[in-house]
């Protein structure tokens, strides 16, 4: 059974940093690809970025490019996500996801997980940027 668990989200002022962490069970990093999403208020879940730790490929949406590190420990079966120079609207719940298909790391970010039902989802983390 796989599961994800999200930790590192909170209340951050504009400028600041947090680094998100995402605990995968059930199946090792290298045979899956793991995507961070994010929803905020009003707002389609999107994805921002992901990565495959097989082929070290990852992929970052605009709105987070240059700011923010998706990173692997397949060691511990972890993957973070470092966030720099956050602003208010990075403001979201954000959530991991694994896509147990054979798949590059842009298209589980364009696209969504496969499959994608509940199991394959965190439960979420807040970040909220503010001052």
């Known amino acids: 059974q796989m599961q994800l668990v999200e930790s590192g989200g909170g209340l951050v002022q504009p400028g600041g940093s947090l680094r998100l962490s995402c605990s995968v069970s059930?199946?090792?990093?290298?045979?899956?690809?793991i995507g961070w999403f994010r929803q905020a208020p009003g707002k389609e879940r999107a994805g921002i970025s992901c990565i495959t730790s097989r082929t070290g490929q990852t992929y970052y949406a605009d709105s987070v490019k240059g700011r923010f590190t998706i990173s692997g420990d397949n060691a511990k079966n972890v993957v973070y996500l470092e966030m720099n120079s956050l602003k208010p609207e990075d403001t979201a719940v954000y959530y991991c996801?694994?896509?147990?298909?054979?798949?590059?790391?842009?298209?589980?970010?364009?696209?969504?997980?496969?499959?994608?039902?509940?199991?394959?989802w965190g439960q979420g983390t807040q970040v909220t940027v503010s001052s």
């Open positions: 059930g199946f090792a990093l290298e045979r899956i690809t």
């Open positions: 996801v694994a896509d147990l298909s054979v798949t590059t790391a842009q298209q589980t970010c364009l696209v969504g997980p496969y499959p994608n039902n509940d199991d394959v």
